[in-house]
């Protein structure tokens, strides 16, 4: 059945309710034409005009075939089928179904953070890009394909043939599907079995190891697309030459091209969560095809091992990325993952000598940093060396933050003029706050990590003719510390919640003279246990002796109740 079709006719009889349209205004009605009805019990828009201004109308109406005798069907009638891609599927005004499979929605992942970042903005303005127009415009010719005689029958037995071929064919093609994805799943998920054919000596296995990965980008389960772009972009970084040499060959050989293989990848209708817009986009720029300075300086990049490399060996990576300003920073997020794999944590102090604390790399390192990790707390916890990231976060800090401290009250008063290092410094604020509201898996032992924004700034800072700095770094907690609170709240045991669920016990016990147990949380869910006085003295309060020491200096609290913690 044909829907929402308007036929161009030569004439339109109508009667009993119905209306046959005819191309030939000589014929009659009888059991040999081919009649279209439109079953109606309202004036139709288009009655009484003439032909011209009938194909004119932009008038749409279900039509059906009244007889199947295709022996009388002229060639010439043509019916044209408008489809609206707004409310209608590929063939019709009924919506299309959605696939139980590939367009389901995922509302069980975890969700965007209420106010996005730049880029977390460009990954959404992407896929509402990627949706495809179905405005088309279709025709079909019926031919005198039936003719009674030998070669209908022939033809008839040769599509028998054909068809139960063709099905035979599809059903081994299909097996052999199935058990191609099923090993390519295996390697993927195991990860090692790709880092051994990827570490031989032979192409072959190389390209394997690619085909392996292609495959699975292909799949149509969300967690298994992700895990396959986190291996293309881990093998990229660790050795970005190879790598994309050996996905050259594959598509080569497929005859394929790379970016309408990754365009496939994100099918249409379909709502992808932040994690799967984030890695897609990596990887695909990882298998683009079209050369860049980034990418050349990215194979350029001579990494030797992991941690290898001083500071200074990734500046022309940096400064190859895009503009942020006006381009996107799909670049910069790559170079950050060269960075978390190949620094050594040295050079910050020697390129501030040269270039200052706003030296453009440094300024696109900071910048990068901070895109990442507003991005990790939006999106799933992984594996892909994700303690890197924390090392070389708190390695920028702490290069960036030493050279203040022989800094004159001339050089001090001179930054505070400059809004480019003060830029900087917020962005330095912003890391600070990001590694104490994340809980690494590790115990903190980092004397910087483990401080306070205002320990921080007075230990940088110690002498009095710096003061006017150190208060304008102070102030940074008091613009931008609710905030931060507020978009990236602390993970559970991190400092910061740390800090928190001790503030709480201690609030409680100056209230009341209890003590709050230790599995209450920093919302204050929990209950209070019933001791004070000498028991509470004996357990200590229950407090993370950590977190105490850290308010001691930073709320002064109660002498008194110190030594009852204590």
């Not at 040999?32 to 201004?53: I, V």
């Not at 975890?110 to 890009?129: A, G, M, N, Q, V």
């Not at 604390?357 to 060396?385: D, N, Q």
Request: glycine letters at 6%.
């Amino acid at each position: 059945m044909l829907h929402d079709a308007i036929p161009t006719v030569k004439k339109i009889i109508r009667g009993n309710g119905r209306v046959v349209v005819a191309k030939n205004p000589d014929l009659k009605r009888g059991s040999d034409l081919k009649r279209w009805t439109h079953d109606t019990s309202r004036p139709l828009p288009w009655e009484g005009l003439t032909l011209s201004a009938f194909n004119s109308l932009d008038y749409a109406f279900p039509v059906r075939s009244c007889l199947y005798d295709t022996t009388t069907v002229n060639d010439e009638l043509r019916i044209s089928l408008v489809m609206k891609s707004n409310t209608r599927g590929e063939a019709g005004s009924y919506p299309r179904k959605r696939g139980s499979h590939d367009e389901r929605r995922f509302d069980d992942e975890t969700p965007d953070i209420s106010l996005r970042t730049s880029f977390l903005d460009e990954l959404h303005e992407d896929d509402t890009t990627t949706s495809r127009s179905s405005n088309l415009t279709l025709s079909t010719n019926y031919t005198m394909s039936n003719l009674p005689g030998p070669g209908r029958l022939l033809g008839n037995l040769y599509s028998k043939a054909g068809s139960s071929l063709e099905r035979r064919l599809g059903r081994f093609a299909n097996r052999e599907a199935i058990k191609e994805y099923n090993e390519a799943l295996v390697m993927v998920q195991s990860g090692w079995k790709i880092d051994h054919l990827l570490c031989s000596e032979d192409s072959k296995e190389h390209e394997k190891a690619c085909r392996n990965l292609l495959i699975c980008a292909e799949s149509n389960v969300i967690d298994t697309q992700i895990k396959a772009f986190e291996l293309i972009i881990e093998k990229f970084v660790f050795n970005p030459l190879k790598v994309r040499s050996t996905f050259r060959r594959v598509f080569k050989e497929r005859r394929e091209i790379s970016d309408v293989i990754t365009f496939s990848w994100k099918r249409p209708g379909v709502e992808y969560t932040t994690d799967w817009l984030y890695w897609y986009k990596l990887a695909s720029r990882c298998l683009s095809p079209q050369s860049s300075p980034f990418l050349k300086a990215a194979i350029d990049l001579d990494t030797a091992g992991w941690s290898s490399l001083n500071f200074l060996c990734f500046e022309v990576l940096l400064l190859s990325c895009s503009d942020i300003c006006n381009s996107d920073t799909t670049d910069l997020l790559l170079a950050i993952h060269f960075i978390a794999c190949s620094w050594d944590s040295n050079g910050i102090e020697d390129y501030v000598q040269r270039e200052g604390i706003a030296g453009a790399a440094l300024v696109k390192f900071v910048t990068g940093l901070v895109a990442h990790w507003e991005l990790k707390f939006s999106l799933k916890p992984w594996s892909f060396y994700s303690s890197a990231f924390f090392s070389i976060t708190g390695a920028l800090i702490d290069g960036l933050m030493r050279p203040l401290r022989v800094l004159g009250p001339a050089a001090s008063n001179e930054l505070l003029e400059d809004e480019t290092r003060l830029a900087v410094c917020t962005a330095v604020f912003k890391l600070h706050h990001f590694l104490r509201s994340h809980n690494n898996g590790k115990s903190i032992s980092d004397a910087l990590i483990s401080k306070t924004w205002k320990e921080v700034c007075f230990r940088s800072l110690p002498d009095p003719g710096q003061k006017n700095l150190r208060r304008k770094l102070l102030r940074l907690q008091d613009i931008h510390g609710a905030v931060m609170c507020k978009r990236f709240p602390p993970v559970e045991d991190s400092l910061i919640d740390r800090e928190e669920r001790a503030r709480a016990e201690l609030d409680i016990y100056l209230t009341t003279g209890h003590t709050l147990r230790r599995d209450v949380r920093r919302h204050g869910h929990g209950r209070i246990a019933g001791s004070s006085g000498a028991k509470a003295k004996r357990k200590g309060c229950n407090l993370d002796k950590q977190a105490v020491g850290i308010l001691d200096g930073q709320q002064h609290v109660n002498s008194r109740v110190l030594r009852v913690i204590n």
